[in-house]
């Protein structure tokens, strides 16, 4: 009897011991998924005009990693879309081409901390060929040469404006836009002789235009900040979604496109 009971105690003890070993993992294989779906679900993300061909690759490489995300982009002047939250339009990401509008939404409590992904810098972009042989930022006060700028409360406008500045020139343009991509659709269409934008949009232009430099002692650098809109109802995707590109994927799109890494 009493060898009985000792082995019945045992096989008890090696039950729990099993019981307990099963329980853990469960809890682990559970955890891994956890973290593995993070990104999932459907998100929006509003992001400056600039981003977009990075961005929209970007998209493209989380489609065959993370089968179960649903990306809804809108692309616009970092001002416009800054307004749109402050607005309550549902978004989950912002992403900005400058601090300043990014601090709004921080000092307003509307987004999380934010962090940095990406720079850029301005370049002047012109007709292929540079049929009215702009050499740099002088050129853009000459008489007659049809300038077109982004506008003024847009990163890009004020970047441009300090760029400007710097180089001592006064430039009336025909028009200010709304962001870059529609002051560089002003050049590709013929509409204008000339246009400051990022280096990323005349690369992104396709030989529909030409760029031309601005020395580093004139440009400015854009800094590009993202972060996760409070409002979101997908948090942990959101967040998720920020860290792969600030860290992940997104920075091979970022520099494939002509991005400069965030620090």
């Known amino acids: 009897m009493a060898r009985r009971h ?15 070993c099963g329980t853990s993992s469960t809890k682990t294989a559970a955890t891994t998924t956890t973290g593995a779906s993070r990104l999932t679900g459907s998100l929006t993300v509003l992001a400056a005009a600039s981003l977009t061909e990075s961005f929209n690759d970007e998209k493209t490489a989380l489609a065959t990693t993370h089968p179960g995300l649903r990306l809804t982009y809108s692309f616009a002047g970092t001002s416009a879309l800054v307004q749109q939250i402050q607005q309550g339009a549902p978004a989950d990401v912002f992403a900005s081409a400058d601090q300043k509008n990014m601090q709004t939404l921080v000092t307003a409590g509307l987004v999380e901390a934010p962090k940095t992904f990406a720079r850029n810098k301005l370049e002047i972009a012109v007709a292929p060929g540079n049929p009215k042989h702009i050499t740099g930022l002088a050129d853009l006060a000459q008489a007659g040469l049809r300038v077109v700028l982004v506008a003024p409360n ?30 560089l659709a002003k050049v590709t269409a013929g509409e204008a002789d ?17 760029g031309v430099d601005i ?6 650098t854009a800094v590009y900040p993202i972060a996760v809109v409070k409002a ?13 590109i ?5 920075q091979k799109a970022l520099a494939d ?6 620090a």
């Open 194 to 210: 000339a246009t400051i934008v990022y280096v990323t949009d005349v690369k992104a232009s396709a030989g529909k235009a030409d």
């Open 6 to 20: 000792k082995l019945t105690s045992v096989g008890v003890l090696v039950a729990v011991v099993l019981a307990g």
């Open 215 to 220: 020395p580093d002692n004139q440009n400015v």
């Open 154 to 183: 847009v990163p890009a406008g004020t970047y441009s404006q300090q760029a400007l500045t710097t180089a001592g020139v006064t430039v009336k343009p025909k028009s200010q836009e709304l962001d870059v991509k529609s002051a």
């Open 232 to 244: 979101s109802t997908h948090h942990d995707a959101a967040a998720a979604y920020v860290d792969e």
């Open 246 to 250: 600030v860290s992940g994927t997104g």
């Open 257 to 262: 496109r002509g991005f400069l890494p965030p």
